[in-house]
């Protein structure tokens, strides 16, 4: 029935190239409709390869101007071309020299993928199989080259020409108005790390001596005008250079590190060897267009993909299946340095967050995958919480197994033995492995399949043997039925009515940690002295769902006396997810939320102004989505939405008091230089965290006071956060904010963003048709991915009530924008189908009208792989998972 029946690739299917490609001397004259592209390829016969095979280039929509082999024409039987690949039925049986001549049109390049133009500039994307569509090529990661690449342009059109590596050559062609420069990489690498810019653009630079005492020049290149903007992103890359020295030994490798900004781009930045390409939206940051939330996200990544350098680049993987090698890694190293950067406890709760929002979810729906998955259509979709998040939570319980020094020395070794090369999941196990001299492999089951395991615990106090047993058992939904156990560490401690119970022993748990590696197991606690609470999973020491049944009472022990952070904010989770999934349940009493309140009353009043980061997170109650995850099935988000909403307006009333002296304590002195630090940012949370209650309790005051803030507020941080607040409070008042915004920042792209997503999260009746309307807004525009995300975005994956409406309208919205993109740009098309991943835990109505649309899109004529792939899957109609 369907046209594009995507073709699977099979992990099990692997085999090394039969060719390989050692040099590419790469010439591109760029033009903004006419591009030309010289590739001279130095390639011979793969030794582990299949002697006498055709050599298959890869190629994506490419034309074809010349070809020939050693410097002659070839005949015409002695090749096949096609726009998708050129074929040397016989090549020669020694290394020979194919010179490719290609013409490319970066204007019409819609999908952002290969060589286009975002806002004039000329600029590459080539992860996952986009370098296929600038030349034809061995694209597959295991093939690595060493790259020269000459780069022409006209001079007033393209002033900054950038390539991989370093500079070797610059000058003007004379007479022609145009110029070039030449840049020379070498270190070998695969065709997904190529990248080129050209373009107007200005530059902020600095220096950074390694810790082997060379010089680097950095730079950050941004939209003309906007230099003051790249200081942050400057900075971080500096950071996160000193910290890889520190922290993992690792220093960088070329005489030049640049950063270069571009306002239309798929994701979030792209690791390119020597020349990182970001989404501007991770780049550009100032006081009056960038929220605390933004720099925090601006640090992250730029140390992300900094840190790719190592994690991906001088060790890069074989196949895209072993995408979480770099990718779980790598978020693992992002998340340590802005943990170093900031609060420990308060960015592992931001991460867990991340978790349960994105990944828990796509676990147990019909997208769900292995961290390394075996088959895929389509490699883009393939970009997901699983591979990245879930993939840095097992290089995390890998350190908490084998303890941080050897962890370290493993690291050491994985590098070392890897480097230059393509590895795979076993090397990486491999060199810990051999580090410790412990057998990773049944550890190794993480990567296999998917499913969020579960962990059901009871736990049973002996007071004459002063001893506390638990008993504990997983199971493994979704993994299928002939899945092993995994290996689980628990990080724990026991918790009395006056504090930790520090006497407490048992030979099976060491530094802290208990391994539960069998279905089922009983530990056993010696010297209790009396009754514990339990504190399980510190630090949230792995990816599983708990269950344990255990009082308010207890958990508000924990949330008071727990010397575990993350486990003190997961009590007053847990405490209000129950109240909530309670309430809706009608089973909810006024004494429960009372008591919580109080609980929260007094950890404000001991710790709020102590460390107001993480008070703002206790404060913020589980998410709708967190809450559909936890019950799991026939979900009806309007009544979430609403005993949310009640248990807010609670707290907000019996809290007021308190809230409001928050705010005033926690108020920035006029005139008080805005900096963007941890501790100033974690201030500014909790003023506003306490709004969002005090609105949600008293909305006639809360508008005021949201209002009110908007107008004072010296930073954007503020000024969101009181526009957020009143977006929640349908009236004049935020219709005429919103108006106001948009005045303001009609000039400010990035901000405008936020202004279309705000509006797009709205939780009422209207929103959908509000968000069509947006849709037709001037500034909206569906080439640029950054627009659609903020607005269709948005909707569909941060709106549960209106996204979900019951009568099939939020559906509609979505698959219309999904269809309207899909030909443009397929891959950000496919994300926004990502949201339909939860569509049969809907209750019947609601999970009808989402069939439907879903059907419909795949029904559709001339669809894309990528979504063709996602809406499959989604179905349960393809065997691609
Ligand atoms: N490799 C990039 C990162 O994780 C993500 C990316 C993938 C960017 C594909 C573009 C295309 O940092
Ligand atoms: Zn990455």
């Not at 299917?13 to 010289?38: F, K, N």
Request: one cysteine or more.
């Amino acid at each position: 029935m369907r046209t594009d029946t995507p073709q699977t690739v099979r992990l099990e299917d692997y085999r090394p190239s039969d060719h390989l490609i050692d040099r590419v001397e790469l010439d591109v004259r760029l033009d903004p409709h006419d591009t030309r592209v010289t590739a001279r390829l130095a390639i011979r016969p793969n030794p582990a390869g299949r002697p006498g095979a055709p050599l298959v280039l890869d190629g994506d929509d490419l034309r074809l101007l010349a070809l020939d082999l050693d410097g002659q024409s070839l005949a015409p039987a002695a090749f096949r071309v096609a726009p998708s690949a050129l074929t040397l039925p016989e090549p020669p049986q020694r290394p020979f020299t194919l010179t490719i001549e290609t013409r490319l049109d970066p204007t019409a390049n819609t999908k952002l993928m290969g060589l286009y133009r975002s806002n004039g500039v000329y600029c590459t994307q080539c992860e996952a199989d986009g370098f296929r569509r600038i030349t034809y090529f061995l694209d597959r990661p295991d093939v690595m080259s060493i790259y020269t690449t000459r780069i022409e342009a006209e001079e007033a059109a393209a002033p900054v020409l950038l390539g991989n590596g370093n500079p070797v050559e610059a000058g003007r062609i004379e007479g022609t108005g145009r110029h070039f420069a030449v840049w020379h990489d070498p270190h070998p690498k695969p065709a997904y790390l190529f990248a080129l810019v050209g373009g107007r653009l200005d530059r902020v630079s600095s220096t950074f001596t390694t810790m082997d005492g060379r010089a680097v020049e950095l730079a950050v290149y941004v939209e003309p005008g906007k230099g003051d903007r790249a200081a942050y992103a400057l900075d971080a890359v500096e950071r996160s250079m000193a910290w890889d020295e520190r922290t993992f030994g690792r220093a960088y490798d070329l005489d030049v590190f640049n950063v270069v900004a571009v306002s239309d781009f798929n994701m979030g930045a792209m690791e390119n060897k020597g020349l990182n390409i970001f989404n501007d939206k991770y780049v550009l940051a100032s006081p009056d267009t960038a929220t605390d939330a933004d720099y925090a996200a601006i640090e992250a990544i730029i140390a992300h993909e900094y840190f790719h350098n190592w994690s991906g680049n001088r060790v890069t993987c074989r196949d895209w299946f072993q995408l979480c090698l770099k990718e779980g890694l790598t978020v693992f190293r992002d998340q340590e340095f802005s943990s170093d950067m900031r609060s420990r406890d308060v960015h592992r709760i931001g991460e867990v967050r991340t978790l349960r929002a994105r990944q828990f979810p796509e676990d147990a729906g019909p997208l769900a995958h292995p961290v390394r998955p075996k088959r895929y259509a389509e490699i883009n979709n393939f970009y997901t919480a699983t591979v990245y998040e879930k993939g840095a939570e097992i290089v995390r319980m890998l350190r908490t197994l084998i303890g941080e020094r050897a962890f370290r020395a493993g690291m050491d070794r994985y590098f070392a033995e890897n480097d230059g090369t393509a590895a795979t999941v076993e090397d990486f196990l491999r060199a810990f492995e051999a580090e410790t001299g412990r057998d990773l492999s049944r550890f190794a089951e993480w990567y296999e399949r998917p499913g969020t395991p579960r962990v059901a615990i009871s736990g049973h106090y002996d007071a004459g043997a002063q001893t506390y047993s638990l008993a504990l058992r997983q199971t493994r939904p979704g993994a299928g039925s002939d899945a092993p156990p995994v290996v689980i560490p628990i990080r724990l401690g026991l918790i009395g009515q006056d504090g930790p119970l520090d006497d407490a022993r048992s030979p099976r748990v060491t530094d802290g940690v208990f391994v539960l590696d069998r279905w089922d197991d009983v530990l056993t606690i010696e010297n209790v002295a009396t009754a514990p609470v339990p504190s399980l999973f510190r630090g949230f020491s792995a990816p599983v769902r708990v269950d344990m049944a255990m009082d308010d009472t207890e958990r508000l022990t924990l949330l008071r006396h727990d010397t575990d952070g993350f486990n003190r904010w997961e009590a007053a989770q847990r405490v209000a997810a129950r109240l909530m999934i309670g309430a809706l349940r009608g089973e909810a009493t006024a004494a429960g939320s009372d008591a919580f309140a109080a609980a929260l009353g007094s950890f404000l009043d001991a710790r709020a102004l102590a460390d107001p980061a993480f008070a703002a997170l206790v404060l913020s109650l589980p998410s709708e989505s967190d809450l559909a995850d936890d019950i799991g099935s026939e979900i009806d988000p309007d009544a979430i939405h609403a005993a949310r909403y009640d248990l807010r307006a609670r707290l907000g009333t019996a809290l007021t008091d308190r809230l409001h002296a928050l705010r005033d304590a926690l108020a920035e002195p006029a005139g008080t230089p805005f900096s963007p630090d941890a501790a100033s940012a974690g201030r500014r949370a909790l003023r506003n965290a306490a709004l969002d209650l005090i609105a949600a309790a008293d909305p006639t005051g809360g508008a005021a006071c949201a209002d009110a803030q908007i107008h004072s507020a010296g930073n954007m941080t503020d000024r969101l956060a009181g526009l957020s607040t009143l977006a929640l409070l349908p009236g004049e008042t935020r219709e005429a904010a919103f108006a106001a915004f948009a005045e303001r920042y009609v000039d400010e792209p990035l901000v405008l963003d936020k202004w279309f997503a705000i509006q797009a999260m709205i939780p009422e009746d209207g929103t959908v048709e509000r968000v069509r309307r947006l849709q037709e807004h001037p500034a909206f525009a569906m080439t640029n991915p950054n627009r659609v995300r903020a607005l269709v975005g948005s909707f569909a994956l941060a709106n549960p009530t209106q996204f979900n409406r019951r009568d099939g309208a939020g559906f509609t919205l979505v698959a219309d924008t999904v269809l309207a993109l899909d030909r443009a740009n397929p891959q950000i098309a496919a994300r926004l189908m990502t949201a339909f991943g939860s569509w049969r835990r809907l209750e019947p109505v609601r999970r009808g009208m989402a069939e439907s649309a879903l059907r419909r899109i795949l029904a559709t004529p001339g669809l894309s792989r990528d979504v063709t792939d996602i809406a499959g899957r989604s179905l349960g109609e393809s065997v691609t998972a």
